[in-house]
């Protein structure tokens, strides 16, 4: 068996050095049509016909390797995964991610299997390898998406008072993309550059509610296309939409206080089951290791640690209470 995992892993290891050798040979092809792809656009720009829409697209590179970047495009997941990234603000490609999770997962599995000379060990290890890239990309994306959310209110007053002052909007968004921080200055930025280069605000604050999937910036959004829509004093409806954020942040906080039970039985249920089992491996290590060395044991690990993880997410949205 572990003859066997080596021979594969070795594979794996060839295949992908064979697999970057080519495509550096790749490259410079692929550079070299690409010119001339955008040479013959504009040749053929000049004879067009005057009503015809002329479309501008973004290239978005979904890896730094060209043969993998053109496999990754026929994958439309991958651009999810991609668009993930950069809410977590995570600099990297949706390429190297999916690398980094397959070379995690194999890691994690060889590496216990090394160890352990369990199979089943190996696999639930393998499993827990292919979902830590996720999980640290998910918890980045949610503090950043908490920091915005609690700078957001702030951000909304600074639009109100430059529009009070007589500022134009988009001179009170790069106003405001100047005075705030990340990741607040960082978006409003990306919004003001956008409709600065000529796409249509409505679709600029569409944009920002996809890249920041909050309750409060959709209700930014809606709220400002409504204006510009029917008109309206611009400055008293910002001001009202800060106060409903920090009221919301009040029922937040006060929902916090009454599942702070709920948190606390999670965080004890969850620590329980580990820290007994190494007290008993302290205090009487024979009577434990049939847990680790009988293949019953191993099914019976492998259970808990998956009954664990189900309760986890019951008891977890449980106390997630939206409001």
Known sequence: M???LIAVVVFVLVAA????VASLFDERRSHARLLRERLATVQQASER??????????DELLSDIPALNRMLQQWPRMTKVQHFLSQADVKMKAGKFLLLTVCACVTCGVLVLLLSDSPLFAGVAALMGLFLPYAYVSYMRARRFAKFEELFPDAIDTLARAVRAGHAFPTALELLATEMGEPVGGEFRKLFEEQKFGLPLRDALLNLAERIPIVDVKFFATAVMLQR????????????????????FKILRQVRVYTAQGRLTMILLMALPPIIVVVMMVMNPGFMSPLFTDPIGHALIAGGIVLQTIGYLLIRKIIRIQV
């Open 49 to 58: 016909q005057p009503s015809e829409e002329l479309l501008l697209l973004r």
């Open 229 to 248: 829509e029917t008109g309206g004093n611009l400055a008293e409806i910002l001001d009202g939409l800060s106060y409903v954020i920090r009221e919301r």
């Open 2 to 4: 572990i003859m066997a």
């Open 17 to 20: 050095g064979v697999f970057a």
